[in-house]
């Protein structure tokens, strides 16, 4: 009997050592997974941020190139502005007085 005994004592250890075994080997593998799971999120957040600076970059680029089209649109308008001015300045002169009237009517009124 006693022999039984310490087979099945034996039987049990083993049982319990294979099962802590493959416990520890789940354990690792779990750990494995959450690490590559964690590094795919990461490198698709590094990504995410990558084109984010991207797009802003090269949405800065197209403000600044349309800006400098709008500049360049505004000086010729200006210049040609200026130019009807210098000849023909009477009724440039009439809408500056117009304004100047309306102005001084506007604001006398208390």
Known sequence: MATAARRTL??????????????????AALRKEVALISDAVSDYGGHALND????AVALAKEVRHQGAVVAREANRQ????????QENPVPVLVVLGTIVLLSTLLFRRD
């Open 10 to 27: 034996k039987t049990v250890e083993d049982a319990s050592d294979s099962v802590s075994d493959a416990l520890f080997d789940q354990i």
């Open 78 to 85: 200006a210049h040609a502005a200026g130019k009807v001015v």
């Open 52 to 55: 984010v600076q991207h797009n």
